[in-house]
Every structure is written in structure tokens, then in C-alpha cells.
């Protein structure tokens, strides 16, 4: 394992991650307090956005990854759908069970998210074959 080219990776990883979370945070505070939507319909539009953001980034600029994008698209949404449902179900715990500010639940939530995501994406998605 090359660890400096790991070490690139996560950083740029980071960054596109960043940039995710900047664009979910914005898009799902812009639908509930500008736009009213409900809590469930913010947060499905806001990482529907990340997403796309996400897979255009990660795949050209963090992992140079040059498999079919059919196999690495379908990849990227089993990978986004655990993390997401993952991340709902939390979501959901902190709305019915806790007083917290709804905003603040979903930021909390883009935690549980962001976490499983790095994980599935590094060891699955993008995963590079050894030749």
C-alpha cells in the first residue's frame, strides 16, 4: 500500500466531503427555513445534492477511479443508500425522542452519514484492484 497516496486520497476526500456537507447543510436549511418543507423532504433533497456532488468529485478527482461508470455508479448507490438510511433512522431517533433544535439534528445526522460513507466508499466503491 502506497501511503503516501493514501494520505492524498483521504485529504481529498476530505475536501469533496466538505463541500457535501456544505452543499447538504445549505440546501436542507434553505428548504426548511426559507421554503417551510417538511423535515423528511429537506433532508432528501439535500443529499440527493450531495450525492451528485459527490460521485462527479470522488470519482474523477479523489480516487481517479477509471472502471465502467455503470459498475461504479451502481457501487456509489448501494454505498449512499446504506449510509443515508443509516443516517434517516438517526435522524428520525433524534426528532421523536429528543428535544434538540431540528436543524441541529440534521447536522447531527450528517455525522452517522459522512463516517459510514467514508468507510463504504474507500473498501467498496472505489475499492482499487491490486494487479
Known amino acids: 500500500m502506497n501511503f503516501s497516496k493514501t494520505l492524498v486520497q483521504f485529504l481529498k476526500f476530505g475536501i469533496v466531503g466538505i463541500s457535501n456537507t456544505l ?3 445549505a ?3 434553505l428548504l426548511l427555513r426559507v421554503f417551510h418543507s417538511s423535515n423528511y ?3 432528501i433533497v439535500g443529499y440527493v445534492v450531495g ?5 462527479i468529485w470522488n470519482r474523477r478527482w ?6 465502467q461508470v455503470g459498475a461504479t455508479i451502481f ?3 448501494v454505498t449512499f443508500a446504506i449510509s443515508y438510511l443509516l443516517q434517516l433512522g ?3 431517533f433524534l426528532l421523536q425522542q429528543t428535544n434538540i433544535d431540528d436543524y441541529v439534528c440534521q447536522l447531527l445526522s450528517i455525522v452517522v452519514y459522512t463516517v459510514v460513507n467514508f468507510f463504504m466508499n474507500k473498501y ?7 494487479k
Open 27 to 29: 440546501t436542507i436549511w
Open 75 to 77: 457501487k456509489f448507490i
Open 62 to 67: 479523489t480516487f481517479e477511479n477509471h472502471a
Open 23 to 25: 452543499l447538504t447543510a
Open 124 to 130: 467498496y466503491t472505489f475499492k482499487t484492484e491490486i
Open 41 to 43: 423532504l429537506a433532508n
Open 90 to 92: 438517526f435522524l428520525s
Open 51 to 55: 450525492l451528485v456532488n459527490s460521485f
